[in-house]
């Protein structure tokens, strides 16, 4: 099958309209370009992200439906609520951004991550110029798990997440829930539902509906504090034993 897509120039970072990605493969928009920030923000801002395998050119998506959380809506499950109780996890906010981006990367196999050197050097780029945030979950003073994501408006991009002890991913997600929405925080686009996602409260919009949202939310204004360095609470409520 021979597909056409159109190539992004090297001179401007424009992007062809999110409403004419392909429907098989889901939501390919273009190739081409290159991973500068400034390109890479202005695609989250119309609905835009990069995503490429090994051996693959530079491919930019916008997929239909499109996965996401309402965090307001966000309910830890019981036996997640009890582990919290039991472990004590810390959680923070922007303390160790460098290394939740690596551990993104190095914690899957090779021939999975798209999260290649110079994506993760992109990335830690726009965490400097404070575009990209990032959740930490801690056991004692070890970094066990955590995600990552670029801010735009009231809506959190989120692009990965990793957990070296059980449960921390859960834990970083449920507490950024409740943080965001207190700052103001409306929309979390995670971009393709898969089980994963599914089993967390992660639900699918049409495009027509996320593009809105995204436009309705990109110029917003967050607290200003939301995304300052800092320890993330939440109040833990008691867990009978059944």
Known sequence: MTIYL?????TNFDFPSPF????DPNGLLAFGGDLNP?????????????WFGPNEPLLWWSPAPRAVFIPDRFKPSRSLRKYQNKM???VTINMAT???????SSTRPAQETWLNQDMC????????????????????????????GLSVGTVFCGESMFSLQPN?????????????????????????????????????????VFIDSLHQRREASMLKDCYTQQDITVTLPKVNNE
């Open 88 to 90: 004590q996890y810390r």
């Open 38 to 50: 400034e390109r890479i923000l202005n695609g989250y801002h119309h609905g835009v992200f990069p």
């Open 168 to 208: 921390a991913s859960k834990v970083a997600l449920w507490y950024f829930c409740q943080h965001f929405v207190k700052h103001g925080g409306t929309l979390i686009d995670c971009q393709v539902m898969n089980p994963h996602l599914e089993s967390l409260g992660a639900i699918e919009l049409t495009r027509e």
């Open 121 to 148: 050097d992109a990335y830690i780029a726009l965490a400097e110029q404070g575009h990209c945030q990032s959740v930490e979950v801690w056991q004692d003073d070890t970094l066990v798990g955590g995600l990552y």
């Open 20 to 23: 004419e990605a392909l429907d």
């Open 6 to 10: 159109p190539e992004l120039s090297s």
């Open 98 to 104: 460098e290394q939740v981006i690596k551990y993104c």
